[in-house]
T-cell receptor, first 118, second 113 residues
Framework: AQSVTQPDIHITVSEGASLELRCNYS??????LFWYVQSPGQGLQLLLKYFSGDTLVQGIKGFEAEFKRSQSSFNLRKPSVHWSDAAEYFCAVGARIRSSGNTGKLIFGQGTTLQVKP | EAGVVQSPRYKIIEKKQPVAFWCNPISGHNTLYWYLQNLGQGPELLIRYENEEAVDDSQLPKDRFSAERLKGVDSTLKIQPAELGDSAVYLC???????????FGQGTRLTVV
């Protein structure tokens, strides 16, 4: 079964500092991978996605993520954090292949709350 | 292009009362999802539709929850009767097809008192 782990529940960084949010997944084949951001009281906005090809993907708002098959990871990075990046970040995995028991749904991690210090 | 539209944004009801949520997906999106998001948690799938067919409702508590997607466009999620533990945010999302990126609405925050 698919699963997603975001080890860091809460992270605080200073404005202008670099950021890395961790995501580890469990799946028997190469999954589809996503990062979403959620501001308070809002729905989820897609930051970036990985389906295939280049393992370093660029997203919106200056974010990027790298798929590392050997580590089953898809960590999100940003070189310089802005105060407006404070939000909750969710990593999600989708099953690539339709097989028995796989319904193609997205499985989300528990989220990482990012706080940005002035 | 309009995004996924949900209504109402907020709903407060007494326990044992019925409640319904409505979702209008992005035009042309065949796949529609209802997710439940508890405070401090990631969304969890309740039901997924491909067109008007519910293809995954394994996580939907069918004793009190029901959903429909007539004509394969709008969808309604209903709870009857609501319980205190149903207080959460109910998110609707849509995608062109399964395993493509899903676009989320702003959600309906339900409070059961």
């Amino acid at each position: 079964a698919q699963s997603v782990t975001q080890p860091d529940i809460h992270i605080t960084v200073s404005e202008g500092a670099s950021l890395e949010l961790r995501c580890n997944y469990s799946y028997g084949a190469t999954p589809y991978l996503f990062w979403y951001v959620q501001s308070p009281g809002q729905g989820l906005q897609l930051l970036l996605k990985y389906f295939s090809g280049d393992t370093l993907v660029q997203g919106i708002k200056g974010f990027e993520a790298e798929f590392k098959r050997s580590q089953s990871s898809f960590n999100l990075r940003k070189p310089s954090v802005h105060w407006s990046d404070a939000a909750e970040y969710f990593c999600a995995v989708g099953a690539r292949i339709r097989s028995s028991g796989n319904t193609g749904k997205l499985i989300f991690g528990q989220g990482t709350t990012l706080q940005v210090k002035p | 292009e309009a995004g996924v539209v949900q209504s109402p944004r907020y709903k407060i009801i007494e326990k044992k009362q019925p409640v319904a949520f409505w979702c209008n997906p992005i035009s042309g999106h065949n796949t529609l999802y209802w997710y439940l998001q508890n405070l401090g948690q990631g969304p969890e799938l309740l039901i997924r539709y491909e067109n008007e067919e519910a293809v995954d409702d394994s996580q939907l508590p069918k004793d009190r929850f029901s959903a429909e997607r007539l004509k394969g466009v709008d969808s309604t999620l209903k709870i009857q009767p609501a319980e205190l533990g149903d207080s959460a945010v109910y998110l609707c999302a849509s995608s062109l097809a399964t395993n493509t990126e899903a676009f989320f609405g702003q959600g309906t925050r339900l409070t059961v008192v």
